[in-house]
């Protein structure tokens, strides 16, 4: 299986900071990456796709970037609601994985 | 927009089969492929179970080692999940998911709300 290893496990920014998430594949994905939030009690949610487009009705405010094993998450100014669990997973190859999750707080 | 529904039983003995449903509203689930994905309750991590494909074909994790079997009824438009053999390691959230194959891969761009589901005696 293809291992996901994101960086940092939690962070804390305050709003309109601009803050950045990496994940990092055990091997190359090429650009099948996508990224997920997950709020409290809720279910994951697509933010972004094939490492770089934005999902219908996501904020302008997330970007994806990267190719190969390295990728990025930018929020390019940290909202309240942004609070969350962010997830990468790949889907290169089968099995998809996810990595471990990046939680990030509102100072 | 589509929507997606589990249920089923929110205990499970181990040894057992856990058996979930996934109820598509909104959508013909003849017109896409379809996922469970699992997590560990009041934890991170996300585990990719299985699909379904529109051929009716079916891809596991193998870390499961052959207890899943997925199956799903057009009529009712409805996928499913059983588990067989459960133990407490199998003690989970269970989502549904709705895959979209169009942009590079297949991830879920729809999920259910999930259904907690407790192996214990």
């Known amino acids: 299986d293809i291992q996901m290893a994101q960086s940092p496990s939690s962070l804390s920014a305050s709003v309109g900071d601009r803050v950045t998430i990496t994940c990092r594949a055990s091997?190359?994905?090429?650009?099948?990456l996508n990224w997920f939030q997950q709020k409290p009690g809720k279910a994951p949610n697509l933010l972004i796709y094939a490492a770089s487009s934005l999902q219908s009705g996501v904020p302008s405010r997330f970007s994806g970037s990267g190719s190969g094993t390295d990728f990025t998450l930018t929020i390019s100014s940290l909202q309240p609601e942004d609070a969350a669990i962010y997830y990468c997973q790949q889907s290169n190859s089968s099995p998809p994985t996810f990595g471990q999750g990046t939680k990030v707080e509102i100072k | 927009q589509v929507q997606l529904q589990e249920s089923g039983p929110g205990v499970v003995k181990p040894s057992e089969t856990l058996s979930l449903t996934c109820t598509v509203s909104?959508?013909?689930?003849?017109?896409?492929?379809w996922s469970w994905i699992r997590q560990p309750a009041g934890r991170k991590g996300l585990e990719w179970i299985g699909r379904i494909y529109i051929s009716g074909a079916t891809n596991y994790n193998p870390s499961l080692k052959g207890r899943v079997t997925m199956s799903r009824d057009a009529s009712k438009n409805q996928f499913s999940l059983k588990l067989r053999s459960v133990t407490a390691a199998d003690t989970a959230i269970y989502y549904c998911g709705r895959d979209d194959c169009s942009g590079g891969g297949c991830y879920p761009d729809s999920w259910g709300q999930g259904t907690l589901v407790t192996v214990s005696s």
């Open positions: 091997q190359s994905i090429s650009t099948y």
């Open positions: 909104g959508g013909s689930i003849s017109s896409h492929y």
